[in-house]
Structures are given as structure tokens and as C-alpha cells.
């Protein structure tokens, strides 16, 4: 049976890869499929998917700065709109029932409420696949679209406890203890070293922490999101991320499969579905204007509503509790199904194109753009500094240290991750704070006095995105880049970049002439 599963969600993932979709819009149709010729899932498939929800939502705590969370855009942007869109869903139902649709007609004002309430959250999984395939996950609007669906996910913890009548055990108290165990947790990791143990304390810390709140009585996923934000600080958790990248992805996979074994739709579901998907432009304007309210640049805040605009998965255990409760029916719940399934064909296709939405409409949205701009939004530009490290990982703090040492303050870098940059001018590095990926970004920069500009960014993609939005800006100086594979190289040497390094090959070469320059 499992290899029948896997047989056809790589079958449509491919598909779907070959059309210029993500993998797992393919997967999502793989389920469909699937129960259609009959075949229906396992406590295996279940399990799989709530690996991959556990280990997805550790991993985003891995990457999540808790300062993030209380800045005003994110929990104020996440509640606003929450309690306008419950407001908006209850007189779209009842608008719904007055044209005469029989699904709308019967249903009172709680259950109203109810399925307003289970479409007001975006979806986890399909945000953080689309911001990891895109490498937006640091970016400004990346993280202020985490962290709004981190509140939700809050909400939707406090929904469980009253939903399901599960009150937490008084042992939840003792959970504040983490925090002062945090130092130990943080020990043994500096012992695990680099290898096989890595992905294995993933796998422990987060599947530990799953069940220890679930012996209190609490959501296990928080506890997954919580352990992860507790040891985002560590310097292994990047580590610890990419080593648990290939799992996470795996076992969603079950997860995109068990959507489609929801239910067979009918034609008059399926009509109702794609009503509810109609309605998403709804939900994006309200996370733009919301957005746009509270300071935000334009950019980030059409970004992030992109994002956002769709409907979560936790809609479908919304509907499967309203249903056990009997406040619902059972095509509600596959109707919910197939508009989430929907939303997230819907969001993937968009946010391919969203550079391209962006500029087309850019004039009409930067009419709801505020005059005055958030201190991070702020960039003062180095007026001397002719030479530009985009991306201060590794690779691109390597490239800054050696020019340094070469020009001095000649040479400055910048990065989308405020915490790197904090540290890095703590230390008396030259590191500034910016999206290298916006347009709007280089639109403020000073062009003409930059000369030179090295992209050191991991992604081959974002590579392409910032030389794109650089020759939007104008940019007349040179480029280097780095590549890992030659496909990849010759990719961005013909998209007109002056010099394209080889990550392997560089290293190997460096490394002989290092070697060499001993025994001389």
C-alpha cells in the first residue's frame, strides 16, 4: 500500500513540477486520486503527516526571534484581521442564504460563525513551503507572515481547549520550567557534535516536547513550535533545521495525501468550494490594508497578504470537531476540504508571479502606503562604502572579512535576519539590514556610488530574483555570484552576470593555493 501512495504522489508531484507548480499541488491531486480508484488511508499516512506538521512547525521556531511576535504589525495585524473577517463571513453567509443557495440557507448564526471562524486562518504549511521554495523565509514580509500565523496558531490552541472541552492539566504551570532547563537542553546539543546525532535530536526535542504537553493537556504542536523558539538563539539550530529539511518535507507529503482522502465531492460541493475561493481576494485586501495601516512598506505588505490569502488546514479540524459536536454537517467538511485544497492551488500560481502582480499594480497599491515608515523599515546607506556582500552566511562573511582587509570600510554588507545583523555591528562589522530581494529597496540605495556588488546567497533562485530587481533599479556597476553545481553557473552567466564563482571548485582551489603557499 505505501508504495501505491508513493508511486502516485511522485507521479503528480512531477506532473505538477513539469507545469511550473509546486510539488505539492500534485500531491494534494495524488489524494484525490487515490480515494477516487477506492483506496483510502492508514494510521501510517496519518502518522507521517503529523510528523511532518510536528517537525515543520519545530523547525520554524528554530528560525523565529520571539521579539518578532509582540511587534504590533504581527499580533495586532493577526487579531485585526481575524475579528473583521468573522464580521465579514457572517454577512457573506447570510448574503449567501438570501440568493437562495441551500448549503447557506440552513445554517444559523453559530454555525455561521463556526465555518467563518475555521476559513479566518491561513495556512501553515502551504506559507512555510511556498517561503522556503522561494528562500523568503528571512525576509521581512517572510517573517511578518510567520509570525502572524504563529498567533493564529495560538488562537487556534485556545479554540481546541473550549472546542474539545479539554482544560489543561495544573501540571501546564510546571511548562515555565523549560526555560530554566533551556541551558542544559542547550549543553547536550554542543556534545552531539556534527554528524548522524543531529537530525536525531530534531526528531527527540521536538517529538519530546509533543508529548510533554500533551501529558498536560495541551496542543503537542505547540510544544514543538515553543522547544524550537526557546533554542533559536543556539548556534546549531541552523544546523539542526537543514538537517530535519529533507523529513519534514517527506512526511508532509502524507499530509498534502490525507486532504484528498477527506471525502468525493459533488458537483454542487465543488461549486460551493470554489465559491469560498472567490472570496480570497477578500481576505488578501484585508491583510494589505491592515498591513499598509500599520506602517508597513507596500512591497512587504502585498507580499505577505499573498501569502496569507488562503485557507488553513486547521479549517479542516475545525469542521471535523463542529461535525463529531453536531454543530455542522458532513459536507461541510469536505466542502472546507476542497476550498482549502483550492486555496492552496490558488497561492502557489499567485505568489509565482507575485514580482510581476507587484509592478503591474504598484501605482494603485501605493495609495494605501503610509507617509511615515517603521524604524526597521529605515535604511541609511553608507556613503563611502563603493562595495556591496549581499548575504552574510558563511560564504558571504568569508568575502567580507577578505575584502576588508583589502579596503578597509570600503566594503559593507547586508541581510535580511535583524538578529545576524545586530550581532555582526556588535562586533564592529559594516552590516546593514535590507531585502536585497525588493525592489523598492534598491529604488532607495544610492546606486551610483556602488561598484561592485557580491551575491552570496544560497539559493541559485534569489541569486536571480536580486540580479532581476538590481536591473530593474538601474544598477550599471558588476556582479559576482556564487553557484554550486555548473548548470547553475551557466544559468547565471547568461542572465548577465559578470562572474560566477563555483562554491566546490573555489573551495578546492583556494585550499591548494593555501596549502601550497606553505612548503614555498
Partial sequence: MEFIWILFAFVCGLAAKVVSLPPSIGYLLAGFVLHFLGFNPDANLQTLADLGITLMLFTIGLKLNVKDLIKTEVWGGALSHSSLWLIFSLVLVKLFAIIGLSQFASLSLANAAIIGFALSFSSTVCVVKLLEEQGEMRTRHGKLAIGVLVIQDIVAVAFLVLATGKTPSVWALALIGLWFVRPLVSLIINKVGHGELIPLTGFLLALGAYELFELVKIKGDLGALIIGMLLASHPKASEINKSLLNFKDLFLIGFFLLIGFTALPTLEMLSIAALLTLVLPIKFAGFYLLFSALKLKTRTSFLAALALGNYSEFGLIVASLSVT??????????????????????????????????????????????????????????????????????????????????????????????????????????????DAEDRDFWENVDLTRVKLILIAVPKVQDTININKQLKKANYCGQTAAIARFDDERQELEALGIDKVFNFYTEAGVGFAEESMAMIK
Fill in 325 to 434: 459536536a453536531g454543530w455542522l454537517t458532513k459536507e461541510w467538511l469536505v466542502i472546507l476540504a476542497l476550498a482549502v485544497s483550492l486555496s492552496f492551488v490558488l497561492t502557489n500560481v499567485l505568489y509565482k508571479y507575485a514580482d510581476s502582480i507587484f509592478a503591474h499594480c504598484k501605482g494603485s497599491l501605493k495609495r494605501a502606503e503610509r507617509s511615515t515608515r517603521l524604524a526597521e523599515d529605515v535604511f541609511n546607506q553608507p556613503c563611502d562604502s563603493p562595495i556591496v556582500v549581499v548575504g552574510l552566511g558563511r560564504v558571504g562573511m568569508g568575502a567580507y572579512q577578505a575584502l576588508a582587509e583589502q579596503v578597509g570600510k570600503q566594503v559593507w554588507g547586508l541581510d535580511a535576519e535583524r538578529t545576524k545583523i545586530d550581532w555582526l555591528n556588535s562586533r564592529g562589522f559594516q552590516a546593514y539590514l535590507g
